[in-house]
C-alpha cells in the first residue's frame, strides 16, 4: 500500500508547495522529506517500504539500496529533454545551438538519467535567451510536468505507463563542464563566444579560464553588452595543475 511520498529535493523551499499539491490528490498520504543523501539514508526501511520517491531538481544520486528498498518506485525530474541527458543540461544545450528544449521525468536507477521515460514536456528556444533564462523557462516547465502528473503519482500505486521515447545523446559531465571552462591559449574568436555565451556565469563554482604559459586567468565580462570580454587573472587559480 502506497502510504507516504518521499520527496527529495534542491531546497526546503520546494517541498511545501509539491507536498500541498500531492496531498490535494491524496490526504492520506504522508510525507517524508529530503536535501541531503544523510537525510535518505535516515529514513527506516519500513517506510521506503510502503513509499515513493520523488526527486526534483536535486543533484543527490540516490544508492542503488534505496531505491531497491523502495515499495513503489521512484520517479526523477529532470530539468532538459531526452536528448541531454546529464549535468548542467541547459547550458551544453546553448552551446550546441538548440533550438528546443523542455523537461524529463523518468524511472529512477542506479545509474543517473537512463530509466524508462515517463513524462516529456518541450518548448521553443526563443531567439536571444542566455543560459540563465533557458533554465527559468525549464523550471517552469518542468513544475508544470509534475503538476500534469501529481494526480498519478499520489494516487496510483502501480508503476507509471512508460512512452515511446528514449534517452538519446551524450551524458554530460562535471568534468566535461570544467573542461569546456578551461580554454587554450589558441582557442579561436568563434569558438571562445560560443563557450562564453553558454559557461560564463560561474556554475557551481567552475569559472570560465583561459590558460597562457602555464598560468590560468579568469574571464570577466563588462556590464556593457556590446563591449569585449575582458581577461583579468584569478588569484585563486594562478598556476594551471
Known amino acids: 500500500m502506497l ?18 499539491l500531492l496531498r490535494a490528490h ?6 517524508r ?8 539514508q535516515s529514513i527506516e526501511r519500513s517506510v521506503l517500504a510502503r513509499a515513493r520517491l520523488l526527486a526534483f531538481t536535486t543533484g543527490v544520486i540516490v544508492p542503488a539500496d ?11 525530474f529532470h530539468p532538459a529533454p531526452p536528448d541531454y541527458p546529464g549535468w548542467a ?11 528546443r528544449f523542455g523537461a524529463t521525468a523518468h524511472v529512477m536507477e542506479a545509474r543517473v538519467d537512463c530509466g524508462a521515460i515517463v513524462g516529456v514536456e518541450t518548448f521553443d528556444i526563443p531567439p536571444g535567451v542566455d543560459v540563465r533564462g533557458l533554465e527559468q523557462m525549464t523550471f517552469v516547465r518542468l513544475a508544470y510536468l509534475f503538476w500534469r502528473m501529481s494526480r498519478d503519482l499520489a494516487c496510483d500505486a502501480g508503476a507509471l505507463p512508460v512512452l515511446p ?4 545523446g551524450t551524458k554530460s559531465t562535471k568534468q566535461m563542464y570544467a573542461d569546456m571552462c578551461d580554454m587554450p591559449a589558441d582557442i579561436d574568436a568563434a569558438e571562445m563566444q560560443r563557450r562564453v555565451s553558454a559557461f560564463h556565469d560561474d ?39
Not at 502510504?3 to 507536498?19: F, H, K, M, V, Y
Not at 521515447?165 to 538519446?168: A, F, M, R, Y
Open 66 to 76: 534505496i531505491l531497491q528498498a523502495l515499495g513503489h518506485g521512484a520517479y526523477n
Open 26 to 31: 491524496n490526504p492520506a498520504l504522508s510525507f
Open 3 to 20: 502510504d507516504t511520498i518521499i520527496l527529495l529535493t534542491g531546497s526546503r523551499d520546494q517541498q511545501l508547495a509539491l507536498t500541498e
Open 89 to 99: 543540461p541547459a547550458h551544453f544545450a546553448m552551446y550546441d545551438g538548440a533550438t
Open 165 to 168: 521515447v528514449s534517452w538519446s
Open 203 to 241: 556554475f557551481r563554482g567552475i569559472p570560465l579560464t583561459v590558460t597562457v604559459h602555464g598560468t590560468r586567468f579568469q574571464l570577466a565580462v563588462p556590464a556593457q553588452p556590446s563591449a569585449e570580454p575582458l581577461i583579468v587573472e584569478a588569484p585563486a587559480l594562478a598556476m594551471a595543475s
Open 33 to 40: 522529506c529530503a536535501v541531503s543523501l544523510e537525510d535518505l
